[in-house]
């Protein structure tokens, strides 16, 4: 039987536009897990505080649940898509309201266990 070597963290309310956390998500796509969260700490991006948190949490995952290694886990995916709006409202002139959306995204990241490779000679 073959071993499922995914492991999956959700976020569900990020106080960030999707299109905003994509940015730096696409940013960590692919590398490995520790290098991820070291670029993260060095991100001039508010939301790259709760994807590294995301990515932690991932990796916590692979550990207890799955006993996975975790010097070999690398970001399979990472996307965000939309969660709900926040609705609020801004006083203008004569009396008039305009409306204020707010919204929130829902950080998804997939990791992946690569096993080590033997060279073949």
Known sequence: ????????AINKNVRSGARKANLVLNFVKGKKADIAIRDLDFTRKKVAQDIKKTIKSAI???ENNYQFDVDNLYVKEAYAGKSIVMKRFRPRAKGR????KK??????????????QKDKK
């Not at 039987?1 to 999956?8: D, F, I, Q, S, Y």
């Not at 309201?97 to 204020?100: D, E």
């Not at 990241?109 to 690569?114: A, C, D, G, N």
């Open 1 to 8: 039987m073959e071993k499922n070597n995914l492991v999956k």
């Open 60 to 62: 916590a995952n692979a």
């Open 97 to 100: 309201a305009a409306g204020i």
């Open 103 to 116: 919204p929130y995204s829902r950080v998804t990241i997939i990791l992946e266990e690569k096993e080590k």
